[in-house]
């Protein structure tokens, strides 16, 4: 049963402009949400995150959104560059119990 | 810091043989998991451990799928016997308890052939 749902499983755009990523949930009970990086070779590295109190967090190019009565959150990365190529997962966290989406592949051409 | 450790970082085995994959989680964590990442159903969680108790082993595939944390530095996941469809890249994360950040190892890629 996947919870955690990243329906695109790749995104390609224009170094400079933005990168939506979008993820979608069905327990209502996840408090906590969560973007990972993860580069090939490597384990996925923490990005950004946001409570379910809060419905925006911004930390530099990234500002990640959370629609709660949508069960929905979106990372948004302007302007992208082309370092910002990985596979990104949307997580979310209720207690300590962590369940992933299957990460979307973004591509960001020079 | 040296951040979680793993080994090995590549494993090939034969059909039917023992698997055994382990973890060394950030000193001063006191949480850890076992992630196995397939192309087809991303990244899952099998096993989670808090104060080296297990909490959740609902993700854990089947009886063939063991683990154990002796100590709060040291996790090992067992796989006896392995089968084909074994095969994926499995993570270790680590995190201080009611701390939703996990610090992700660099994972272990496993071939069963």
């Known amino acids: 049963d996947q919870q955690v749902k990243q329906n695109s499983p790749s995104l390609s755009v224009q170094e400079g402009r933005i990168s939506i990523l979008n993820c979608d949930y069905t327990?209502?009970?996840?408090?906590?949400f969560l973007w990972y990086k993860k580069y090939p070779a490597e384990g996925p590295t923490f990005l950004i995150s946001?409570?379910?109190?809060?419905d925006k967090n911004e930390d530099g190019r990234f500002t990640v959104f959370l629609n709660k009565s949508a069960k929905h959150l979106s990372l948004h990365i302007v302007p992208s560059q082309p370092g910002d190529s990985a596979v990104y997962f949307c997580?979310?966290?209720?207690?300590?119990?962590?369940?992933f989406g299957a990460g979307t592949r973004l591509t960001v051409k020079p | 810091d040296a951040g979680v450790i793993q080994s090995p970082r590549h494993e090939v085995t034969e059909m039917g043989q023992e698997v055994t994959l382990r973890c060394k989680p950030i000193?001063?964590?006191?949480?850890l998991f076992w992630y196995r990442q397939t192309m087809m159903r991303g990244l899952e969680l099998l096993i989670y451990?808090?104060?080296?108790?297990?909490?959740?082993d609902s993700g854990m595939p089947e009886d063939r799928f063991s683990a154990k944390m002796p100590n709060a530095s040291f996790s090992t996941l067992k796989i006896q016997p392995s089968e084909p469809r074994d095969s994926a890249v499995y993570f270790c994360?680590?995190?201080?308890?009611?701390?939703?950040?996990?610090?992700f190892g660099p994972g272990t890629r496993l071939t069963v052939t």
């Open positions: 946001i409570s379910s109190i809060k």
């Open positions: 451990f808090n104060n080296n108790v297990p909490i959740d």
């Open positions: 327990n209502s009970m996840f408090d906590y």
């Open positions: 000193s001063g964590h006191n949480s």
């Open positions: 994360a680590s995190s201080f308890s009611g701390i939703a950040e996990q610090y």
């Open positions: 997580a979310a966290s209720v207690n300590n119990d962590m369940r």
